[in-house]
């Protein structure tokens, strides 16, 4: 294990060591390699070397039932000997590496080039300078001075280079430490129960040192390496470490291993903590990663391909799988990190990606930089739908900007040329080339501005400064973002699966009813009703078969309600034993833990717990409890109101469930059995067999647990269902207390059209003759259903999928589940956003999920839709002002430079606009804090345009506004302020009041527009609520303040000239005209303008399905559907002249004739396509053919 000298703490550990190694009765060396043996090896070596577990207890100086004294100097001394329970993280980024990283985007090199080159040439005075026969057409008179000044525009470009540099390498700086900030919240959150000195403390996962006791549950993730000590059913899911999928059963004779990182599946324990940080199982591989992680950064370079990175082969089992699965401390800190997830969610969540997929190079493991900046981050399922949108978009801009710039630059170089060698006839004199080549570079350094403008670099910045300040904001809300995406996924959500238990109730359990002794009782009985035989067995039942970790505590402030600690479901029996005057410790305490004989845990199959003691005469006793309509089936006997077992026949029972349990049930009560059975002490009864031992049991007495529902929910849900989002509740309760408590919660309402469905028949429903699931059935179903009852996880995930998956309705559905067990995991990898309960939630749902709710409440879930949206809203918000901008700096730069051979704004103030409109803005408009009307709107939809038809009113309309303006300034603008003209201005000739103006009332423009941007459904008053955000406010006035200066004071570097007040009035005034403009265009109805087009929507293929790849038909010109016919056609003869080729090659080489066939029906299905979009109503389906990205699956399959 050489390799992992990197980490000094190994080798720290290693020195020491040698050194302590005499004060316990083991090496930490020889226990790490004891924990690298499994199952029956382990058992060997153990016998072996120590003799049995309790004997390594005693060399580490601890006690299997007091464990350790816990005093500091003994704790400090085994983090010395056998490390902490800690895993270094992996080294940030520095700043600087994040500025190097900055400089990598393309539009910055080029502009780097030009300004170099632009350097270059200012100090480069060539001989032929002042020859005449060099002077262009525009030559004119040129100061000494200014010819000295012509270096400054090169350092100005530089120098705003720098600036965006900076300003993109400090935002992903101030994210990642973000990231950590979260990452080290998370940790502290995650505790551990241990037990010190005879008590049971919860500590800090990093406290936990080798020689500890753990207590260990259904539903733990284990925080370091250990061995099983006691425990019941103990069963572990150990697919993190080994890839194998199935649960290992633990027990001390058999596989006493138990390792940090493997997942609770069933049953609880104790373990002894053998290996701890950098030595347990996950440290170790950790520390290869660790090792390997300079390499991964290379391989980083050569753009592994995140598909092949997932698809590790499950077989060559531990290496594979763990170097996905522990990519990051993620386990043995019980870190949330990202990283983790994210291998195993891509795999789960990959639908059809998988081409998306292959183009994203392999990002590293830190969750932090998975949103880098320009690539879009594939942290999870496909691209979260915005991001998809915004790549589009950005692509088609750039495309655009290109071409443009192109255009520009060719048409100056050409007229040049043209105006000097053909019109004026000079000849090209050598002497001449560097004066001539400096024209050049002028007018590279003009079409790369226009690039730069058109180019909306600060897109990826809104996006991440928008979901940064959401997730920040968020926490507040009681949402633990640990997927930057999930926050806006969120706002498109149209469904939500809530559990019940926990998130619409507030998971406090008591007791409200009971049927004890053949009598129903309406409330709690008085304990002198009842027969004291009957007491007895009740009290043990409930003492004894429940977890000995569930207590009632009192309460911590006087006059709050007792606290309730554990399993709530036992905390509400235990507290019926207290309101019946009875206590439940004694019996605990003589009956200890160690003592039971064997116990059946409650799992989602079992629906029951079950618990074995031995009595005095050496019989047995079995208590049983669990889901009334499941224990009663099993009860033969029942006890009368004298405490006598009489016999209870199913005809009783079924009247017993008509005038009991679903009165309960229906009153929204959960309804618990308890039962008793006792079996001979010989023969002893085969305790495996299950189905034998769980019949015959005598029923105790039937209690019905009011959980009541949380006061906000139904407030909640009522937002929820107004946004258009769809509440389903899928819960493990009778039909009737899930029917009662969603009337309740006002997710149905008596009269309307819902299902309400059990597991079994929502099963039967789904299900063909052979027991397959059928899509078709599944969307019969599941518009209509409300309540999912007695449903196990299973039901859960396939439910999830189903609607994921359903192409029912026009717009792919978009799910969010809550989840607490360890048995939502799948669920909530499947769903677009899982929420984990923070409180009640076990490690494995917290790990599958994107968003933990600190509080468990329902209404907060309410607060990240209303966030979601907003960044959406944010984000549409940016882009109708810095579009406006783009298309109006881009056109003036592009027809200014044609017409005048000079863009009226330089490069220098092209980059100025393009840091206030892209960086600035994106911080202004980003950090809108939400509003409530939000929710009064239904989600957007994946396939629903970035730019709606009202942005792209107001985008031209702005435009068209700012040209006109412009181009009279150009062109008229010197006799109205009499002032000399600016254009065809000669080489370095002084900057002109002119276009100084041009310049400044551009900016107003923006400043103002900037205003207007804020509203983007066409509202009038975009005034409101504008001084809620603070940051708006101070960004406006700051540009404004900084626009004086450098008009002011700017001078050469920015083409600047001072302008008088009057002319500053007139600039503002203008700008002012903006947002008149605005109210004009908002009186323009959108509905007028079908011309209109929408940019930004998805159509890859595996967004959507066909069919609704557009909403309304009538906007597909004839035109356009001409071209596209006409691509197809050149596709099928395409593919008609390649088939025809292959043949005759076939038939040369005398080769399979597969191939041929192959291509054969791949043009079929495109003949199909084409027959579809002979017939209008089917135009919608040409959409998947307008770029040839999105070929039909045949033809970009090939």
Same mark, same amino acid.
């Given at each position: ?75 400090? #001394? ?353 002497? /001449? ?63 939500? /699966? ?88 004694? @019996? ?133 269902? +107004? ?36 597991? #079994? ?25 409300? @309540? ?117 704004? #330089? ?52 435009? @068209? ?105 007139? /600039? ?19 509905? +007028? ?42 596709? +099928? ?44 109503? +089917?135009?919608s389906l040409s959409n998947a053919l307008s770029s040839p990205t999105s070929l039909p699956p045949a033809a970009a399959g090939r």
């Open positions: 294990m050489g390799d992992m000298t990197n980490s000094d703490f190994y080798s720290k550990n290693q020195r020491n060591e040698s050194s302590h190694g005499g004060d316990f009765g083991c090496t930490m060396e020889e226990l790490r390699s004891l924990m690298e043996l499994r199952g029956t090896e382990a058992v060997v070596k153990i016998k072996e070397t120590y003799g049995d577990t309790e004997a390594i207890c005693q060399r580490l100086r601890t006690s299997p039932v007091e464990g350790l004294p816990g005093t500091a100097p003994d704790l400090e #001394k085994r983090k010395q000997i056998f490390g902490q329970n800690f895993i270094p993280p992996k080294k940030p980024k520095t700043f600087l590496q994040l500025v190097w990283e900055a400089l990598q985007d393309v539009t910055l090199i080029i502009l780097e080039i030009a300004a170099i080159i632009s350097l270059g040439l200012s100090f480069y005075h060539p001989p032929g300078e002042n020859n005449e026969g060099c002077a262009t057409a525009q030559g004119g008179a040129e100061d000494e001075g200014e010819a000295e000044a012509g270096w400054i525009e090169g350092a100005a470009i530089l120098l705003s280079v720098i600036c965006v540099v900076l300003v993109t390498a400090f935002n992903d700086w101030s994210k990642e430490k973000q990231f950590r900030g979260l990452q080290s919240r998370i940790e502290q959150e995650q505790k551990f129960t241990v037990v010190r000195a005879g008590q049971v403390v919860q500590i800090p996962v990093a406290e936990i040192v080798v020689g500890d006791i753990a207590q260990i549950k259904y539903g733990d993730l284990l925080p370091a390496d250990g061995l099983f000590i006691q425990g019941n059913d103990l069963k572990i899911d150990e697919s993190s470490l080994t890839g194998e999928s199935d649960q290992v059963r633990k027990s001390v004779d058999k596989d006493p291993m138990l390792l940090s990182g493997t997942h609770v599946m069933e049953g609880s324990g104790r373990m002894v903590v053998t290996a701890v940080g950098v030595n347990s199982q996950t440290g170790i591989i950790f520390t290869l990663l660790g090792a390997g992680g300079e390499e991964e950064e290379k391989k980083d370079k050569k753009g592994v391909k995140k598909g092949d990175g997932l698809q590790l082969p499950a077989a060559d089992g531990a290496a594979a799988s763990n170097a996905a699965d522990s990519a990051n401390a993620s386990l043995v800190n019980g870190k949330m990190q990202d990283g983790n997830v994210d291998t195993s969610q891509s795999k789960a969540k990959q639908q059809d990606g998988a081409a998306a997929m292959e183009m994203q190079p392999l990002k590293s493991a830190e969750g932090g930089d998975a949103d880098d900046k320009k690539k879009a981050n594939m942290h999870k399922k496909e691209k979260s739908v915005l991001q998809g949108k915004l790549t589009k978009l950005a692509v088609q801009i750039g495309k655009a900007g290109l071409v443009m710039s192109a255009i520009t630059v060719i048409i100056l170089v050409l007229y040049f040329t043209v105006d000097t060698f053909v019109v004026n006839k000079k000849p090209w004199l050598p002497e /001449c080339t560097p004066v001539y080549v400096q024209y050049f570079v002028k007018f590279f350094i003009i079409g790369v501005t226009v690039l730069v403008v058109a180019v909306p670099e600060g897109l990826p910045l809104a996006v991440t400064i928008s979901l940064a300040y959401s997730v920040k904001k968020m926490m507040k809300d009681n949402n633990l973002v640990r997927h930057l995406d999930a926050c806006e996924t969120m706002g498109n959500a149209t469904a939500i /699966c809530s559990d019940k238990t926990g998130t619409l109730t507030t998971n406090r359990m008591t007791v409200v009813q009971a049927y004890v002794g053949d009598v129903h009782y309406k409330e709690v009985p008085d304990p002198s009703s009842i027969n004291a035989k009957t007491m007895e067995l009740l009290v043990n039942a409930i003492a004894i078969n429940s977890a000995y970790t569930t207590k009632i505590l009192p309460p911590e402030k006087e006059g709050a309600l007792p606290r309730q600690v554990g399993n709530k479901t036992e905390c509400g029996l235990l507290g019926f034993v207290l309101d019946l005057k009875q206590d439940y410790e004694p @019996v605990r305490s003589q009956m200890p833990e160690e003592k039971l004989y064997k116990v059946y845990t409650f799992n989602s199959v079992r629906k029951s717990m079950s618990t074995v003691i031995k009595m005095p005469d050496e019989s047995f006793r079995m208590y049983s409890k669990g889901a009334s309509e499941i224990v009663l089936k099993k009860c033969c006997k029942i006890l009368s109101g004298a405490g006598e077992p009489r016999v209870f026949r199913p005809r009783d029972r079924d009247e017993m469930v008509k005038k009991v349990i679903e009165p309960m049930a229906c009153d929204g009560l959960r309804t618990i059995c308890v039962a008793y059975r006792d079996f001979p002490s010989s023969p002893e009864p085969d305790w495996d067999n299950e189905n034998d031992i769980l019949s015959d049991l005598t029923c105790i007495c039937v209690v019905g647990i009011e959980d009541p529902v949380r006061p906000e929910v139904p407030e909640a849900i009522r937002k929820c269902q +107004r946004a258009g989002i769809t509440v389903r509740m899928v819960t493990g309760d009778n039909i009737n207390t899930a029917r009662a408590i969603a009337i309740k919660c006002g997710i149905i309402h008596p009269g309307e059209d819902f299902l309400c469905l059990e597991g #079994k028949e929502f099963n039967r429903r789904i299900r063909n003759e052979k027991g397959e699931i059928e899509q078709e059935r599944i969307d019969k179903i599941w518009p209509k259903l409300r @309540v999912l009852a007695r449903s196990s996880p299973t039901d859960k995930h396939t439910l999830v999928k189903g609607i994921i998956d359903s192409t029912h309705t026009e717009q792919r559905q978009v799910v969010a589940v809550t989840g607490d067990g360890t048995n939502d995991g799948p669920a909530l990898k499947k769903a677009d956003v899982g929420f984990a309960m923070g409180i009640a939630g076990t490690d494995v749902a917290k790990e599958a999920s994107d968003i933990i709710l600190t509080d468990d409440n329902f209404s907060s879930i309410v607060k990240a839709v209303m966030w979601g949206r907003n960044v959406y809203d944010s984000i549409s918000k940016f882009l109708q002002f810095q579009l406006t901008v783009n298309v109006v700096a881009v056109i003036v730069a592009f027809t200014g430079a044609c017409i005048t051979q000079d863009s009226p704004l #330089k490069a220098v103030q092209m980059l100025w606009v393009n840091l206030i409109m892209d960086t600035f803005a994106s911080l202004a408009l980003a950090t809108e804090p939400p509003t409530e009307t939000l929710l009064l709107r239904k989600p957007y939809g994946r396939n629903k345009p970035l730019i709606s038809r009202t942005m792209m009113k107001n985008i031209l309309g702005h435009a @068209v506004y700012q040209l006109t303006l412009i181009f009279t300034l150009l062109f008229v603008g010197e006799k109205m302020f009499q002032i000399d003209s600016g254009r065809n201005a000669p080489l370095h000739s002084p900057p002109s009041e002119h276009y100084t103006i041009i310049f400044n009332t551009f900016v107003m423009m923006q400043l103002f527009n900037e205003i207007n941007a804020r509203k983007i459904h066409g509202e009038r008053n975009v005034f409101d609520g504008i001084f809620r955000n603070p940051i708006f406010c101070t960004i406006v006035l700051g540009t404004f303040a900084i626009q004086i200066v450098i008009v002011q004071f700017g001078g050469k570097p920015f083409s600047c000239s001072p302008l008088q007040l009057d002319q500053w009035m007139w /600039c503002i005034f203008i700008g002012l005209g903006e947002l008149v403009w605005g109210q004009v265009i908002a009186t323009i109805p959108t509905s +007028r303008l079908k011309f209109l087009k929408e940019a930004g929507r998805l159509t890859q293929k595996e967004e959507i399905p066909e069919e609704e790849l557009n909403e309304d038909v009538e906007e597909i010109d004839h035109a356009e559907r001409e071209l596209r016919r006409g691509q197809i056609l050149w596709f +099928r003869g395409l593919n008609r002249i390649q088939t025809q080729i292959e043949v005759v090659n076939t038939f040369k080489s005398g080769a399979s004739f597969q191939g041929a066939l192959r291509r054969q029906s791949s043009v079929t299905s495109q003949s199909q396509d084409v027959a579809n979009l002979s017939s209008p109503s +089917r135009v």
